[in-house]
């Protein structure tokens, strides 16, 4: 089957057709091709992307195959037609045979330290064996890699870094001497300035850059996802924590209360953002929208749509060309979401491989 759209493509704000055939954009007319949009506006944008997501992965680990794949149809409901699966205890290539399922670029499973991160997420392993998994994991990945940077530390009471600063290097030098970048989990100030000074190619949460690390994270070019919708989670897991552990709670609460001041003057230095829900474990799948409704807060409406769209496409290596010969994935919505971004929560029409969804 064939299709046709109109409307203003994105990001170039270019009005033209679309013209889509064997899961392509073609050079039209098509003759014979459906239509999209019943005669109404559209805006027309690359897939959206889910640059934080664990397709695979419940509350309690890995999920059966069932599961696994409605959080993939759920993603594909969402308009997120590709993802980077960042980190899960289960290999899910089955799903690059699907072609009705969203394209997925995994960071094979998390590397973490014994007892100090979820239990049944992550390989854990002691410092001295981080650089090994490593390597071993930017095999099962797709290019990425993910490492536990820093976590609770019930001995302190607080956050703390996993990783000795000299292993932290070793790890990042380990990642690109198998050709794959390297991300990391870090939520309070200390891991993350080793993990930047390393190299490290991008950081996951972030919610305790200073204006050092992040002058830093420019001069290396690592991106920040900082994965908003999550740290709202902040006040509950400090309360949770607060009778044990009332530093850590007083910490939480700090990094939650400043978190769009700390992601702004990320972007405002020229750190790369990009759009991700951390579905998967104790979220649901299927929001990355409520991830763009709270970067557009930080700094617009369009620079949060670009987070989940083209920029994030072309970061990962998938592309964001609406052009003749590329892959016909696209989501259209029915209301500018440079000026509506509320309307990425409900797209009028999902594409993938050139098939309407």
Not at 188 to 203: F, K, Q, R, T
Not at 282 to 309: I, K, N, Q, Y
């Amino acid at each position: 089957m064939s299709l046709h759209l109109r409307g203003t493509v994105l990001p170039d704000g270019e009005v033209r057709d679309l013209w889509v055939a064997d899961g392509h954009f073609v050079d039209g007319p098509v003759s014979g091709s459906e239509t999209l949009g019943d005669g109404r506006e559209l805006w027309i944008l690359p897939g959206l992307v889910d640059a934080h997501c664990h397709i695979g992965l419940g509350a309690d680990g890995a999920v059966d195959r069932a599961t696994t794949e409605q959080q993939a149809l759920t993603e594909r409901a969402a308009g997120v037609l590709l993802v980077r699966d960042a980190g899960v205890p289960q290999d899910t290539r089955w799903i690059d045979e699907r072609t009705d399922l969203p394209r997925i670029v995994r960071c094979g499973r998390h590397i973490a330290r014994a007892k100090r991160y979820i239990r049944n997420y992550a390989i854990e392993v002691e410092p001295e064996d981080l650089p090994a998994e490593v390597a071993r994991q930017c095999a099962a990945g797709d290019g990425w890699v993910k490492v536990v940077g820093d976590w609770i530390d019930r001995e302190i009471g607080d956050l703390a870094p996993l990783w000795p600063a000299d292993v932290v290097r070793a790890a990042v030098a380990e990642a690109h001497r198998n050709g794959a970048r390297i991300t990391t989990h870090v939520f309070g100030e200390e891991a993350v300035a080793d993990w930047v000074a390393a190299g490290v190619d991008c950081v996951e949460h972030g919610t305790g850059l200073t204006d050092e690390v992040v002058a830093a994270m420019v001069a290396h070019g690592t991106a920040l996802d900082p994965t908003l919708v999550q740290i709202e989670n902040f006040p509950t897991f400090a309360a949770q924590g607060e009778a044990k552990f009332p530093t850590y709670a007083k910490h939480m609460r700090d990094l939650h209360e400043r978190r769009f001041d700390t992601v702004g003057r990320a972007l405002d230095a020229g750190v790369a953002i990009y759009a991700g829900s951390d579905a998967g474990g104790l979220r649901p799948h299927g929001t990355v929208a409520e991830e763009v409704a709270l970067l557009a807060r930080v700094g617009g409406a369009e620079f949060a749509v670009g987070a989940a769209s083209w920029r994030a496409r072309d970061w990962l290596g998938h592309g964001s060309d609406l052009q003749a010969g590329a892959v016909a994935d696209l989501v259209a919505f029915d209301r500018d979401p440079r000026r509506h971004p509320e309307v990425v929560a409900t797209p009028y029409a999902v594409v993938l491989r050139g098939i309407a969804h």
